[in-house]
């Protein structure tokens, strides 16, 4: 019999991929700069050309057997010295190689931190709004996810309903910022707080409390917005990063896991990720990215064009009448939905070729995610149907 | 409190990896050319020209956002058109893209594949000798497995042994032709002798077993052996590929699971697929190498060292005394030890910088593993030492 868990899940509609088919289909109809598909998170700038041309050099002038043969189990020791070094350099931190593990991408990163500090029936909390993967990546650990209700007014941590729902079942604390979907980053206040609450606890429950930051939009973060660095409050922090959006490499899977040199068992935690990788066949990012990372790590897109895009669609939105929390970074924007249904909202944007998603599925009723990582030329002219579909209302 | 199960897995000593680490010291002590490393299955030949040219083509002339943009959750269309074309051309079967799911390499097919056609509990059967990885592959699936001992005057299935064990819990026989460890290829006769009793076993016990057929190897075949495309004799087949040694690739992890089309629900085994990466974390492979396995697929490095390697180690050590099965393909060889105790001999030759692994990790104790994906002139150097180890007994 076919596995019940996973067929169970196809019962749940993919509402994102369901948009974008929907938005492809109609580009073929009446033509792509007419289809205004703001539901996925897929960068809109290309990667630096540094990358490709390290690609190239690599393929030139590295001999083919190591270039392509197997990388050592935690990773290719350069991609994790070079990633150590630009950390502590940019952050102030003290990692060194051996914190570092290479995964595929932040959701590789993820699937060991969350199963490295945990036992399978452990609870993990996170905040809403939130990723929606984080479901199934928790249950993929046999782990019981709490999402805590969003403060709505600031999409900040709702520290009340976080302490209500604290107990020493919870292994681990997941947080992304900046976040997927608000847009928002948490201010030093609010880890400040946050990592207080942790600290307290953990010495209450007799545990330490992972902190799993989930930080894919690191480098995207808006002019003069107040950005810590999160590992650099709470030693035990686990770090789960992706160079899919800084370097625009979705399709390479390649990040990495920083585990705090401070961290509780932080050596076993870095220690046990190879034997969490053979259970679940994910052997190692590709060879030949982790060698152009460690080239390339400190390295950006030009990611201006996001600040460019949420300037022109955050003003235009507030001056239409909607309520909306201004993002810190990232390219996503989470507007208060014109109406309480937001899939009623959502599906009359869609009859104007405006690819919105609903808030629902990120745990945030009433309200609608707006990835604009799309040309600004298109964000522009989208505007007026933002426009009409507050005023029809 | 860390996870259980993996820092468990610390205490089982990874004897390969710590063979490995042992002749890397060495080497530096001595020299590489003195130390016989037959330790690691890593390929010796470089990848063929046509990737590292595929390659910088891509790189050169495709737009760098599609290039590196996240690829669809199935795989790259291309690349499963291609890869489908391929097998039909090569093995006379139907599959069509759609039959194809691109993974993380051979690990992350049969992650995909043992999730998909199993439920947490069921019973998995394998045959000894056996991948040693088998074991944490299926424990992170949650399913028993069950190692049926080996038939050690042939290497082919050990039938009688097999029969008594299946019973209405296995949901999946899992295979490895050509095999890792013994470099056996299952014979026409096996292989139908097999799908006899699974067809009759299924229709006994009213749902299908599934044959979950892991084969790396498929394309180190030597001269003149009779090489069975497996899904070919059975509909329920569901095919664990990777280019890391046909393409002398193992480090880009790249491969895919092909579900035959006339396995019973094929359809929504693949469409599963997708929803099983979800809670694993494993995304899709690197959209780049996805992209060059496309225009490669048909191609393979120069693989003829093996079998060279193949005869002048076997036809010596049947000279020297040794028992041992021809392989018919692999670059694996895998000799019964002179003494009961595989691990006493395995560290004798070790002594003599000769570096082999013990049966025993393979479910097949008093053999040991030859992994000759060395140079020729290694393999010729080494076999004075095979010579004194069976002399000295």
Chains 1, 2 share one sequence.
């Not at 199934?136 to 900040?156: M, R």
Request: aromatic fraction near 10%.
């Amino acid at each position: 019999m076919l596995n019940r868990q996973y067929t169970g899940m196809l019962q749940e509609k993919d509402i994102i991929f369901e948009i974008f088919q929907y938005a492809t289909k109609r580009a073929e109809e009446i033509g792509e700069e007419n289809v205004f598909d703001f539901s996925l998170g897929n960068p809109s700038v290309p990667a630096p050309d540094l990358v490709n041309r390290t690609i190239i050099e690599k393929v030139k002038n590295t001999d083919a057997l190591s270039l392509h043969g197997y990388s050592p189990s935690f990773g290719i020791m350069e991609a994790r010295e070079k990633i150590a070094a630009s950390l502590n350099r940019r952050f102030h931190t003290n990692y060194r190689a051996s914190n570092i593990f290479m995964t595929m991408g932040a959701a590789g990163a993820l699937a060991h931190a969350l199963r490295a500090v945990t036992n399978p029936g452990d609870e993990i909390i996170t905040f809403a709004p939130c990723f929606s993967e984080y479901k199934p990546y928790t249950a993929g650990a046999g782990l019981h996810l709490t999402i805590i209700p969003a403060d709505t007014d600031t999409f900040q941590i709702n520290f009340n309903a976080f302490i209500k729902r604290l107990n020493p079942k919870v292994s681990a604390i997941l947080i992304n910022s900046p976040n997927n979907p608000s847009g928002i980053v948490y201010s030093t206040e609010t880890i400040l707080r946050l990592t207080r609450i942790l600290q307290k606890k953990s010495e209450e429950f007799g545990h330490p409390i992972y902190l799993i930051s989930d930080e894919p939009y690191r480098d995207i973060i808006f002019e003069g917005v107040d950005s810590p660095y999160i590992a650099g409050y709470y030693p035990d922090t686990l770090t789960c990063y992706s160079f899919s959006k800084s370097l625009s490499l979705p399709g390479e899977r390649i990040g990495y896991l920083a585990v705090n040199p401070d961290c509780n068992q932080a050596d076993q935690i870095i220690e046990i990720c190879p034997q969490i990788s053979r259970t679940i066949g994910q052997n190692g990012a590709a060879s030949l990215m982790q060698r152009v990372i460690a080239d390339t790590c400190d390295d950006t897109s030009d990611l201006r064009v996001y600040e460019t895009n949420k300037k022109i669609l955050y003003d235009a939105l507030i001056s239409f009448g909607y309520e909306c929390v201004e993002p810190g970074g990232t390219f996503y924007m989470f507007p208060r939905s014109p109406e309480p249904d937001s899939y009623a909202f959502c599906e009359k944007a869609r009859k104007k070729d405006l690819m919105l998603v609903p808030g629902d599925i990120f745990g945030c009723p009433g309200h609608f995610r707006i990835a604009y990582c799309v040309p600004t030329v298109r964000v522009k002219k989208a505007l007026p149907i933002f426009k009409e579909l507050i005023e029809e209302r």
